[in-house]
């Protein structure tokens, strides 16, 4: 079985983990993240979370497992918006509208703890560099639909498979998943197809592809990277869109500065988040890639 727990220093909390690395986070602000996960629920593997068209908006932080969001087209097919690793949102922006655009669904089993819309606004509020923080790792999940169109408009199969590992890689190994050498992943060729806007047939001939020009593997839930350097050049893969250096926004709200006053924010008719449980409908999961 895979191991799919983060390695978290301190915390062992990614989510504290993956805003910490804005900048430095004052104890009132960890205080607020520790207790977020302690307030955490277990979701089995296949269970939706939000669903299309709800209007009971409420949303979530991962603390362990996978899962992905989704749209499902009048046709009956689906294109997955994006896979959820620890440390992430999960339906962010259903908070902002009054009827959810898409569906949120566990790939494996998952701890996850809600959050609500009066939560997110006290630390925009009181605590202004958990704030900011918050707003960077939203605008990184942006940069990274912003790849996405790219992958599918303008890369080959093969890049955007290559493109996408190593994004991947990236975004684990800020929370403490994986190393130079890889990460474990559960992702199967099916889910990987319904991303990347290939058929599973293709996933597969790409990944065998890759694994015979000595770039990486993908076997038995395990990413190896076999030439890592090699493998960025063949994708053109720039990782500065995920912020990985460590961005220092200028102009951060300093410890102990009264933050800016809200009141044009609370009286915005944004739809007051509930934590009232989506209706659960199972679908099957899929099997580990090999390729």
């Not at 220093?9 to 983990?17: I, M, Q």
């Not at 707003?135 to 408009?153: C, F, H, K, P, Y």
Request: charged share 20%.
């Amino acid at each position: 079985m895979l191991d799919l727990s983060p390695s978290v220093p301190g915390w062992g909390n990614p989510f504290a983990c993956k805003l910490s690395a804005l900048g430095t986070l004052t104890a009132e602000d960890l205080t607020a993240l520790s207790d977020l996960a302690r307030h955490r629920r277990q979701f089995p593997a296949g269970q939706e979370l939000l669903y299309q068209g709800q209007t009971s908006q409420c949303a979530y932080v991962v603390q362990s497992g996978w899962s992905l969001s989704y749209k499902v087209l009048q046709s009956g097919a689906r294109q997955i918006i994006d896979f959820h690793i620890p440390g992430d949102f999960m339906g962010l922006r259903s908070m902002l509208l009054r009827i959810t655009d898409h569906s949120v669904e566990t790939i494996t089993s998952v701890q996850a703890s809600p959050i609500t819309w009066a939560e997110l606004m006290t630390w925009f509020q009181q605590k202004p560099r958990l704030g900011t923080a918050v707003l960077w790792a939203a605008s990184r999940d942006e940069a990274m639909v912003v790849e996405r169109l790219i992958d599918l408009g303008r890369r080959s199969a093969a890049e955007r498979m290559a493109h996408f590992l190593l994004e991947l890689a990236v975004r684990l190994r800020r929370v403490g998943i994986g190393d130079s050498a890889g990460y474990p992943c559960p992702l199967s060729q099916y889910l990987l197809a319904d991303a990347l806007g290939l058929s599973s047939i293709h996933v597969n001939r790409v990944l065998r592809e890759l694994r015979e020009e000595g770039l990486v593997t993908f076997q038995n839930g395990q990413v190896v990277f076999k030439n890592h350097r090699a493998l960025v050049d063949y994708a053109g893969f720039d990782g500065t869109y995920l912020d990985q250096d460590t961005p220092r926004p200028r102009n951060l709200p300093s410890p102990g500065v009264a933050p800016m006053r809200a009141a044009s924010i609370q009286k915005a008719s944004f739809p007051e988040a509930s934590l009232r449980d989506p209706t659960a409908r199972s679908r099957g999961s899929a099997t580990a890639v090999n390729g």
